[in-house]
Nanobody, 126 residues
Framework: QVQLVESGGGLVQAGDSLRLSCAVSERTSNNTTVAWFRQALGKGREFVANLFRSTGNPYYADSVKGRFTISKDNAKNVLYLQMNNLKLEDSAVYYC???????????????????WGQGTQVTVSS
């Protein structure tokens, strides 16, 4: 059972930066994909970025490409999401997620992730 705990959310202004952290309860295996999703008020859960299985290759939603960076500190078992040049539309609850059974073709589908954190609020103001 993988447990995930996010932190680092807050209220920032447009153009600012913020870094989210996700503590992972156990060392992940080569089959584990870790990811960030977000959910804005009244909308569905949206893929943001992930590190796919043992490849460690990052994948990003088009809306955040070039502004957000996902990374993982394997020694500390912490997943990060560095968010730069934040926009109003980035406001959402951000969730850390993990899957040990994910395949490439379904990596953007939140229903394929079995483990979720409680979420952390990011609010971007003008």
């Amino acid at each position: 059972q993988v447990q995930l705990v996010e932190s680092g959310g807050g209220l920032v202004q447009a153009g600012d930066s913020l870094r989210l952290s996700c503590a992972v309860s156990e060392r992940t295996s080569n089959n584990t994909t870790v990811a960030w999703f977000r959910q804005a008020l009244g909308k569905g859960r949206e893929f943001v970025a992930n590190l796919f299985r043992s490849t460690g290759n990052p994948y990003y939603a088009d809306s955040v490409k070039g502004r957000f960076t996902i990374s993982k500190d394997n020694a500390k078992n912490v997943l990060y999401l560095q968010m730069n040049n934040l926009k109003l539309e980035d406001s959402a609850v951000y969730y850390c997620a993990a899957s040990t059974t994910l395949i490439y073709s379904t990596m953007y589908d939140p229903s394929r992730y079995a483990y979720w954190g409680q979420g952390t609020q990011v609010t971007v103001s003008s």
